[in-house]
């Protein structure tokens, strides 16, 4: 035999040969010369995964051998985006392979392209979890991510007549190479009743008697740092029927009936929830949540005990934290495991469960606030209610001896709701049962604390903090953007790769107008490179001179798609008019996914495409601007858009964008923001200075005042004529070939509604964006402005978060 042997963990250009050639005859089993791009992606991953397995091993290895401390992460979504390019970066293979494959005849990047992306959450939440797990291996801190092995992710959006439709997203159907199931299982049970019972010493015990039983199954993706040998472990759990299915098969013939019952048992990880208007009291959605939290404590628990400890000290060892109330449930099912099934007393059990969870909130919005009603809750969870019962009862007394006749307040706080529906509210829950509590941006951690939470911020403000949020600058920055990285590598060398505080560096080039001109030249590749997408996939021409005006994220009104919309007529009936008569050459970019039942985000959706039918075709603005909606916005389409944005649109109304993240992907790309004062816009314009950000809009005060004096959005428009004439052009039918019914239901809410105060913006919105456009035209000034975005983009770093995390919640040590 004169094959060379093959070395699995080498990673050499040949090495890297060898085994792609390898994996293409014994894992894909296929002949090179005619295997298909899926076949030839298939056997890279295989490749590149190879490289990560001794250091997986050698990571978990260490954690037991020093018994370490561990955060347990639980989270109902993780955004991954695609793995390829990311571990190559990561693992510093990236040239090696890109050589290796050009031997064989092969271009990395088309492969790369054929990855479908995992797609396990809906946006930010889902986002910032993956982000996490970039910089906790980045940073060796030890972690076990939890979470849903969903089959169906996030729905594939297609744009029909300017209409989303929803597509099922069949991301597993070619097999999922990043994945290594797991031998151990857990059982989760669900219904039934509880019972009280004396045990051996004649204590009275409390036990649930369940009535279905599923069982969870463990599928594990390496999560490896940037230049560490660090992997950690994503462990996401499948649904599947308990064995005694294929018994009860045997024994009563009803061979169907069976069969039926595995299926409903695997229902339970099959799709992810869209957060639809309607989120409250779905059942299957409780269930979800009930069980990969007791799969995952459950699999935390025996880890511990196989590390010889007692689970009185269970606090010590671990620290969970809770992403979102997704997994509140944790904290009776910790209590539940503990007392019903360790012999735990309550007050023991209650010392370990209040020490072990943390809990960050992510939004504001009341109508996202979990809510169970209680009958709902009682009949899946029987025991869990009446352990919150017992936890609420014992809270309130407390209260009532610190807050002596103070029934308003009793009712405030007690876990259960008693407006409308009884029902169990698991922010409550989740502040009630947690050591720390956390918001996501200053303004945002604020206002928990002033206004949602403040009943228990006032009575424990020392549990209280803010993290703002942060992004891994590996897939946004260096993975995403590799013209830019080159020039700032050349230019300040690497050192901001694992600090991005580095790249304050490059503020001593703000004035260098040769550099400024290379810049220049690299945010022009990417916007190339977008242009040609958009030809080669929608067919509208978009010239990359112009300023590219970004506006990606979830399609919400509170984020107000629809402002920059009216915004966009404004300035089409203004050069129609005659009376804007040199506007500066835009593109305006639109992208994001609504909810499939939410009707007025689906209406924004159709809003956009009628106004970019509009000015795309009109003859008097076609060569000026252009408006885009990109279908199916996601992580790898955000590595495609962030890089080419000139300009971030970051407008949602003061007080309810509880961070953002994108803002600081297009920040650390060198993008400009127009914002309100919102989310972490704040801290980003704290951090590039007022000079480098155009503000507009009311903040939050202002809105809260306006509301209560009694908000009259009409007012708004009898005074505005630019308003009124795009309010009027869309009513009539002007703009839309005399279609004046379709968009009736935003008008008529804009005008005698409007809860997210659109028209009281609007001016200043209109005000703000001519001072960009005249800012646009200074090519060295808005350069220069661009720099120092990026420049100054270090706090917004993922790998600062977590190190406020570590530091402040988790008391764990970072490398
Ligand atoms: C709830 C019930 C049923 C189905 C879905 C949901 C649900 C899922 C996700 C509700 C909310 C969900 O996400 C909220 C979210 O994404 N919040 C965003 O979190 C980001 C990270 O902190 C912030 O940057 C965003 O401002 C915030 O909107």
């Known amino acids: 035999d004169t094959q060379p042997s093959e070395n699995r963990a080498g990673t050499s250009a040949k090495d890297l040969e060898i085994s792609f050639r390898n994996h293409m005859t014994h894992t894909v089993g296929r002949p090179l010369e005619n295997s298909s791009i899926l076949d030839q992606y298939h056997a890279l991953a295989a490749v590149v995964r190879d490289r990560m397995m001794d250091q997986w091993l050698e990571t978990i290895e260490n954690y037991k051998q020093h018994n370490v401390r561990v955060l347990g992460y639980l989270s109902a979504e993780y955004l991954l985006g695609p793995h390829l390019e990311n571990a190559l970066l990561n693992l510093d293979l990236r040239p090696q392979m890109e050589e290796a494959l050009k031997n064989v005849g092969l271009d990395l990047a088309t492969i790369a392209a054929e990855e479908p992306e995992p797609g396990l959450g809906n946006g930010g939440l889902g986002r910032l979890a993956a982000c996490f797990m970039d910089s906790l291996s980045t940073l060796d801190v030890p972690v076990l991510g939890y979470g849903l092995r969903y089959e169906f992710g996030i729905f594939r959006q297609e744009i029909v007549d300017g209409w989303q439709v929803e597509k099922s997203d069949k991301w597993l159907q070619y097999g999922n190479p990043w994945e290594i199931g797991a031998s151990t299982s857990y059982e989760v049970c669900f219904f039934g009743h509880t019972e009280t019972y004396n045990d051996d010493q004649g204590l009275l015990r409390h036990r649930w008697v369940p009535e279905h039983t599923v069982k969870g199954i463990p599928y594990d993706t390496p999560i490896p740092g940037y230049q560490t040998r660090t992997v950690n472990r994503l462990r996401l759990w499948k649904a599947a029927a308990v064995d005694s299915f294929d018994l009860s098969i045997f024994n009563s013939g009803d061979y169907m009936g069976a069969v039926r019952q595995k299926m409903e048992s695997e229902t339970i990880s099959k799709v992810l929830y869209p957060p639809d208007e309607q989120i409250q009291g779905k059942r299957l959605r409780l269930m979800q949540q009930y069980f990969f939290t007791s799969c995952s404590l459950q699999d935390m628990l025996r880890l511990h005990c196989m590390r010889g400890e007692k689970l009185s000290t269970f606090h010590e060892k671990w620290t969970i934290q809770l992403n979102d109330t997704h997994p509140s449930i944790g904290i009776p099912e910790l209590m539940r495991l503990l007392m019903d099934n360790h012999n735990f007393s309550w007050d023991d059990a209650w010392n370990v469960t209040q020490k072990t969870f943390g809990y960050t909130n992510h939004t504001l919005l009341p109508e996202a606030l979990e809510r169970w009603p209680l009958d709902l809750f009682g009949g899946l969870l029987p025991r869990h209610l009446e352990i919150i019962y017992e936890i609420n009862e014992r ?164 984020k107000r798609q629809h402002l920059k919309a009216l915004h966009i007529l404004s300035l089409y009936c203004q050069i129609k008019n005659g009376t804007l008569k040199n506007p500066t050459p835009t593109t305006y970019l639109f992208g994001g996914k609504a909810a499939p039942s939410y009707v007025m985000a689906k209406l924004m959706i159709k809003l956009v495409c009628s106004v970019a039918d509009l000015v795309n075709n009109d003859p008097a603005t076609r060569d000026v601007m252009k408006v885009v909606f990109l279908p199916n916005y996601s992580v ?53 200075g007022e000079e480098n950000f155009f503000l ?45 019914a379709t968009f009736a239901p935003l008008v008529d809410n804009l005008l005698s509604w409007d809860p997210f105060f659109v028209l009281a913006d609007f001016d200043s919105y209109d005000t703000v964006h001519t001072q960009v456009s005249d800012a646009y035209r200074d090519t060295n000034a808005w350069g220069r402005m661009s720099l120092l975005n990026t420049a100054r983009s270090g706090k917004f770093s993922s790998d600062r978060t977590i190190r406020e995390y570590c530091r402040d919640i988790w008391k764990l040590p970072v490398g």
């Open 395 to 558: 809270f309130l007394d407390d209260m009532r001896s610190r807050y002596p006749n103070d029934d308003a307040r009793m009712r405030r706080m007690s876990i259960i709701g008693e407006e409308g529906e009884r029902s169990v509210q698991m922010a409550k829950l989740a502040v009630i049962g947690s050591k720390a509590i956390n918001g996501v941006a200053e303004l945002h951690t604020q206002l928990l604390e002033q206004d949602t939470l403040h009943d228990y911020y006032e009575t424990f403000p020392e549990r209280f903090s803010n993290k703002t949020n942060g992004v891994t600058p590996r897939r946004w920055l260096m993975l995403s953007n590799p013209c830019l990285v080159d020039l700032i590598n050349e230019t300040i060398g690497t050192r901001w790769h694992k600090d991005l505080y580095g790249l304050r560096g490059l503020e001593h080039f703000a004035d260098d107008k040769n550099f400024l001109a290379r810049w220049r030249q690299a945010q022009e590749g990417c916007k190339s490179s977008l242009a040609k997408y958009i030809s080669q996939n929608l067919s509208i021409t978009v010239d990359p001179a112009s300023m590219f005006d970004v506006h990606v994220k979830r399609i919400h009104e509170y």
């Open 636 to 688: 790898s389409l955000g590595q495609h858009i962030y890089p080419a944005a000139d300009l971030s649109e970051q407008i949602s109304t003061a007080g309810k964008e509880a961070s953002g993240t994108g803002c600081m992907k297009m920040m650390m790309n060198g993008a400009v923001t127009i914002g309100t004062l919102d989310g972490a816009n704040i801290e980003i314009r704290k951090e590039c």
């Open 696 to 740: 507009f809009g009311l903040t939050a005060p202002q809105i809260a005042d306006t509301l209560h004096a009694g908000y009259q959005p009409r007012a708004y428009y009898e005074r505005s004529p630019l308003l009124k004439e795009v309010m009027d052009g869309i009513t009539s039918g002007r703009f839309f070939g005399g279609n004046s």
